[in-house]
């Protein structure tokens, strides 16, 4: 999976779970700032996003990730030390 799928993603999660238009989140969108989105959301996502994804976001880690961006980071490491070269 590479960046743009993982924010592709992360879009459709966002209209699912937070009532947000796609068309206005990029990665610089922070998720409490821009949209608004509460801590229940906020977890609600990170499981979802585990499963989607296939990786893991300890909580410690998820609360340090601010912006849709930063959550397009971390998968992407994540998945890149878990397959390899593989994107």
Do not use: C, Y
Request: cysteine-free.
């Amino acid at each position: 999976m590479n960046r743009a799928e993982i924010l592709a993603e992360l879009k459709a999660m966002l209209a699912e779970f937070g009532d947000v238009d796609p068309e206005q989140v990029d990665e610089q969108t922070a998720f409490i700032a821009d949209l608004g989105l509460d801590s229940l959301v906020l977890v609600r996502m990170t499981v979802v996003a585990e499963e989607r994804f296939g990786v893991r976001i300890p909580d410690e880690v998820a609360w340090e990730l601010h912006t849709v961006g930063a959550v397009v980071n971390h998968v992407e490491e994540s998945l890149s030390g878990q397959t390899g070269a593989q994107s």
